[in-house]
């Protein structure tokens, strides 16, 4: 088919006006939506105010997850999914996750404006958070549908103020029985999610396109170091049992750890640190923080994870202190299925887009999506590969190349 047209100042506008809801106190382009927010429901309706203009059946399921169909010639046939998520972390830029959402809504929208009849029928997915912010793990939506979590394991997840994922979730307005968004059997013939890169890969390689292959493992786990408080001017040094000195240590063997892996691909990060009671003239008595951990060799991951938490626990009793470790997902790596990726690398040829196939690093609900659907993704370049910062971007050559080549690939999966 010819190539579909692409709106790409009405998508780009859509991005701009969705990146206006937001919890950041600075203004757009910096961006934070968290889960089950007033502002995640402002944004909610708005993509549904879109999706209605657009013509598409609304569907949203137990837990937010959110799906507008354009219903194919044969509606029974397994239908081709796209789509991302909405929800960002603190202080992030305003591309992450909503060029999947937005451009497949565009991508949708320009291949019935080319008078395209899909077979199968076509649907943008808006998964409930996909970011870790609130509960501690991410894709939680997509976890849930693909049943990579149950609903009792879901429920058990807490946020920052106690409040159950249960609770916060039916406040927010979404009830029903949480293990019906399990997804039926067959329901995806495929699915296929647009992302920004997140990396710079395609940028320095000055390439429009990457088709992922595999997306990387990821784990996540938290650690609480307890030692002992007092007067900062009072408790002498040899005396001391200091969380936050020994919490320093461990971090810095877990950075140690990570950059001495066999694996080119194994990632650590300690993104947050909590210090009580956070006094200046307080020794610290209590310390929790973050460990991201990350390697497309899921095994490895494990072994480095295991190697770490040897690591902590010798600091832990080297130092005097008590550690406490709570690992809350160690995730498999997903690999990508060949006909989605051959369905998008055929696309980005009869675009002459340049194109590379290529591993994601980050996560995407599409690492749950692989175990109910045969999955791929597309990736487009963002600037200098940042991401999860105000100054993402994307430009808007950028996106309309990606979403033309989404639009190739639902259409040539869909029939
Ligand atoms: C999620 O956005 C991740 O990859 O960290
Ligand atoms: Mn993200
Ligand atoms: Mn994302
Ligand atoms: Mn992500």
């Given amino acids: 088919m010819n190539p579909p047209i692409i709106d790409i100042e009405r998508l780009v506008g859509e991005l701009q006006q969705l990146a206006t809801i937001s919890d950041c106190p600075e ?3 910096a961006v934070t939506r968290v889960v089950f927010t007033e502002t995640d429901l402002r944004a909610r309706d708005y993509l549904r105010s879109l999706y209605e203009a657009a013509g598409l059946a609304v569907r949203v399921d137990a837990i937010g997850n959110t799906f507008a169909r354009w219903e194919g010639s044969e509606p029974s046939l397994g239908a081709v999914g796209t789509g991302s998520h909405c929800d960002a972390i603190p202080h992030a830029g305003l591309y992450d996750g909503t060029v999947g959402v937005l451009g497949g809504l565009e991508a949708i929208r320009a291949l ?14 808006m998964f409930t958070s996909e970011e870790p912010t609130r509960f501690g793990v991410g894709c939680t939506g997509s976890r849930l549908m693909s049943g990579a979590m ?34 039926p059997n067959g329901y995806y013939e495929a699915f296929v999610e647009l992302h920004i890169e997140q990396g710079p890969e395609l940028e320095a390689n000055d390439l429009a396109i990457g088709v992922v292959t595999a997306i990387a493992a990821p784990a996540q ?23 936050l000195i020994a919490s320093a240590a461990m971090v810095s063997a877990i950075d140690s750890v990570a950059r001495a892996s066999k694996s080119p691909d194994m990632v650590a990060t300690v993104g947050k640190l909590e210090v009580h009671p956070g006094a200046v003239n307080s020794i610290p008595s209590r310390v ?14 494990d072994a480095v994870l295991k190697e770490i938490e040897d690591e902590v626990d010798r600091i832990a009793v080297e130092r005097g202190v008590k550690v406490e470790h709570r690992i809350l997902n160690a995730d498999p790596p997903a690999i990508s299925d060949k006909n989605v990726v051959s369905a998008a690398v055929s696309a980005a040829e009869s675009l002459n887009l340049g194109y590379q196939e290529m591993i994601s690093r980050a996560y995407h609900d599409s690492l749950f999506m692989a ?6 993704m597309i990736f487009i370049p963002c600037r200098g590969g940042v991401s999860h ?27």
């Fill in 371 to 376: 175990r109910v659907a045969p999955m791929g």
């Fill in 221 to 243: 786990a938290d650690f609480t170091v307890t030692g002992e408080g007092g007067h900062a001017g009072a408790v002498l040094m040899p005396r001391r049992r200091d969380a």
């Fill in 27 to 29: 203004p757009p382009p």
């Fill in 288 to 301: 929790r923080f973050t460990l991201d951990l990350r390697d497309i060799d899921g095994a490895n991951r």
């Fill in 389 to 415: 910062r105000p100054d993402e971007y994307s430009s808007p050559e950028a996106i309309a190349a990606g979403v033309q080549a989404l639009a190739l690939t639902l259409a040539s999966l869909a029939g």
């Fill in 112 to 125: 019935q404006a080319a008078g395209f009849q899909p077979r199968r029928s076509i649907e943008v997915v």
């Fill in 150 to 183: 149950s609903p009792a394991d879901l429920v058990k997840l807490t946020d920052e103020v106690g409040d159950d994922y249960d609770t916060v979730r039916k406040r927010a307005g979404f009830s029903g029985d949480l293990a019906s968004a399990k997804l």
